[in-house]
């Protein structure tokens, strides 16, 4: 069992781009999000008896990681488990808690915000960012935003691809083919 750290006892975040999270867990998906997916690549989803997740290549990583890069997120599909993560949010405060650490007032709510300790972006970003990443992270965990900026790596996403809207397909190392409609 993972003991989740509360947002006030680091000082910062950032998602470093090294892969570790896509390649230790298992990413859950919503019904939505497995529809979305199977539709173009079935065989890259599972579907078992508690949930659907993303399959996972021999190695154990995530099938849909390229180099640093989700390619669902090119294609704004990306799981919520992955757009949250090492993030926790919670409504009520975790059980270790006690001192209400993970205590995060937005927008007049209470929210209890904790990280994951086995991310290496703990303590690694600039600190005046930390609190524009927690309430992206709450409205992604909300879901009343659906695109990530604050709380993904922009510097790798923005220098390794650009991706224009007029573009008909979209294909990396040859392995996904995807069609805009």
């Not at 996403?157 to 805009?180: A, M, W």
């Amino acid at each position: 069992m993972v003991n989740y750290i509360p947002w006030r006892l680091i000082r910062s975040w950032k998602c470093l781009a090294c892969g570790r999270c896509c390649k230790k867990y298992r990413v859950n998906l919503t019904w939505e999000e497995y529809e979305k997916i199977a539709r173009y690549w079935p065989q890259e989803v599972k579907r078992t008896g508690d949930g659907f997740y993303l399959k996972r290549r021999p190695d154990g990583g995530c099938r849909f990681l390229w180099g640093k890069l989700c390619y669902l997120q090119i294609l704004n599909i990306k799981p919520l488990a992955c757009k949250l993560w090492p993030f926790m949010i919670l409504t009520r405060p975790d059980k270790m808690d006690i001192n209400f650490e993970g205590l995060y007032q937005f927008k007049n709510k209470e929210y209890f915000v904790y990280l994951n300790p086995k991310c290496s972006g703990i303590n690694k970003g600039d600190p005046l960012n930390l609190k524009k990443v927690i309430e992206e992270v709450i409205n992604l965990w909300l879901g009343l935003k659906k695109n990530q900026y604050y709380s993904t790596n922009r510097e790798s996403l923005l220098s390794t691809l650009v991706v224009s809207q007029e573009y008909k397909e979209y294909k990396i190392e040859n392995r996904f083919s995807f069609k805009k409609k």
